[in-house]
């Protein structure tokens, strides 16, 4: 099995930042896409940055030039950094990944728990 744990939600005031943290462990290859996803009270879940094995990265408009994905792929591990924070970016944000767990196999995707971020105005 894969687990996902994330870390590093909490409670800021507009404008600050936060870290957000990933890591992957269990039955693991190699790992294709990590994401980032948020829901917010009474909202669909939104896709907030997509980062390929490769290290292409892709954001939803909203927080292009504030949000920045990157992976430490030693550690499988993804990190969502986020700056000028805004109160719309409160929400549960969760990590997303699918995953090679042994050569040849199919890739399987996995969910996090979530982590809460909570931006104050």
């Known amino acids: 099995q894969v687990q996902l744990v994330e870390s590093g939600g909490g409670l800021v005031q507009a404008g600050g930042s936060l870290r957000l943290s990933c890591a992957a462990s269990?039955?693991?290859?190699?790992?294709?896409?990590m994401r980032w996803y948020r829901q917010a009270p009474g909202k669909q879940r939104e896709l907030v940055a997509i980062i390929i094995s490769g290290g292409t990265t892709n954001y939803v408009d909203s927080v292009k030039g504030r949000f920045t994905i990157s992976r430490d792929n030693a550690k499988n591990t993804v990190y969502l950094q986020m700056n000028s924070l805004k109160p719309e970016d409160s929400g549960v944000y969760y990590c997303n990944a699918d995953v090679w767990r042994v050569p040849g196999s199919p890739l399987t995707n996995y969910w996090g728990q979530g982590t809460q971020v909570t931006v104050s105005s």
């Open positions: 269990g039955s693991i290859f190699s790992i294709d896409a």
